[in-house]
């Protein structure tokens, strides 16, 4: 593998593409990944439904430069990802993408903009796992001949700093990516990302750092200026840079020491660009989060009681089965002219939900939920 990572300045939005073209001109050009007719996946980071302003979210100048690189070339530009945020259906990642500006982004460039949660997984085997042998993946990422990651720059509570391996974390569904969180120590739950990011074998990561977060990232951070646009064919190298960039040393972020120790890149790459440390900058460092101030035996239990889940209303079900023909796990099923859902099945994905043509699909919410809830709208 080629484990050049360039770094370009790039003092704000409005000349990122040229900042971009140079970034992957320096390790080798975009023709060496792209093909004429190539359906090629670009995974921004969408984690919530927030403005770009705010730098939690890749930002939508990037995603359109992209987009347009791609098409140049022949390629055929897909834009997709799954909302970090909890809601009991699948309008999250809709509005995160509306709110972020990418679906607007999208639709200036004429790309197919593809909602996870609403397209649909696929359950598959993890060869060499050290988490998670079996894994839910979105269908969209196994039809893409070519996968990109544009992560944007942050610090995260759990993995201390997150960027191109951990972008992938949005392929999988909500269980999947709460029996994650559940593993509640830092190693274990890097070793889960890596698990993922190791089935995807993306072929280039671009990231957006002129606005990074610092702080209690991945969401609730400080917006932090870093004025760089990074680029690499190898994922783990990049992260391993750009965790240097802002201060961190890489081999204390838990993805960076999980993904080096299985050999899915290197710890050395060579840097081509702009030198490091004439953009190093000193990103604040997470606080922890509620990692640091509850015990993990109660986090365990608090989160297993902290659910939201689908139930089918038998006296609205027409039983049209559409929400059976529709599940990726096979989750729901039919007993004596009843429908019902397997809570030890079901993703969480909501497509059931969402699919319903007579709103019979409805939520349960544990009593954690419904207070926090309660909590929330006072």
Same mark, same amino acid.
Do not use: W
């Given at each position: 593998?080629?484990?050049? @990572? ?28 792209? !093909? ?20 939690? %979210? ?34 999250? %990642? ?35 796992? #050290? ?23 942050? %610090?995260?509570?759990? %993995? ?25 120590? #830092? ?32 969401? #609730?951070?400080?917006? !932090? ?11 783990? !190298? ?33 840097? @081509? ?5 004439? @953009? ?57 002219? @009843?429908?019902?859902?397997d809570d030890e099945k079901c993703i969480l994905c909501y497509c059931c939900r969402e699919l319903c043509p007579n709103d019979a699909v409805e939520i349960k919410k544990s009593l954690l939920v419904k207070i926090a809830s309660r909590s929330k709208n006072r």
């Open positions: 593998m080629n484990s050049r @990572v360039s770094i370009v300045r790039c003092c704000d939005y409005s000349n990122v593409r040229g900042s971009i073209e140079e970034a992957i001109e320096l390790i080798g050009g975009l023709d060496k990944v792209i !093909a004429q007719g190539s359906r090629v996946l670009l995974k921004p980071n969408v984690l919530a439904i927030r403005p770009p302003e705010d730098a939690v %979210t890749t930002h939508p100048a990037v995603v359109s430069a992209m987009c347009e690189l791609v098409s140049e070339l022949g390629g055929i530009p897909v834009i997709g990802d799954g909302s970090g945020v909890t809601r009991p259906d699948s309008t999250a %990642t809709a509005e995160a993408f509306r709110v972020s500006g990418i679906e607007d982004a999208a639709s200036g460039c004429g790309a197919e903009l593809i909602n996870f949660e609403q397209s649909g997984f696929v359950e598959v085997d993890i060869p060499d796992a #050290r988490q998670f042998s079996r894994l839910y993946i979105s269908k969209a990422v196994l039809e893409a001949d070519v996968i990109i990651s544009l992560p944007k720059l942050k %610090t995260h509570e759990l %993995t201390l700093y997150t960027g191109a391996v951990k972008n992938f974390f949005g392929t999988v569904p909500r269980k999947n990516r709460k029996q994650a969180h559940f593993l509640e120590d #830092r190693d274990l739950f890097g070793e889960a990302v890596v698990d993922i990011y190791s089935f995807i074998k993306p072929h280039l990561a671009v990231m957006d750092g002129v606005v990074g977060m610092e702080g209690d990232g991945p969401s #609730r951070g400080t917006p !932090a200026y870093a004025g760089v646009i990074m680029a690499s064919y190898d994922c783990v !190298a990049l992260d391993v840079v750009a965790s240097e960039l802002i201060g961190f040393d890489p081999l204390k972020i838990p993805t960076n020491r999980a993904a080096l120790a299985r050999g899915l890149g290197t710890g050395h790459p060579e840097l @081509v660009g702009t030198p490091l440390e004439e @953009v190093q900058v000193r990103f604040k460092k997470p606080a922890g989060g509620v990692t640091a101030i509850i015990p993990p035996f109660l986090r365990r239990v608090l989160r297993r009681h902290f659910t939201v889940k689908p139930f089918i209303n038998t006296s609205s079900c027409a039983l049209c089965k559409a929400c059976v023909l529709n599940c990726s796990a096979n989750a729901i099923e039919e007993v004596d002219g @009843v429908l019902s859902i």
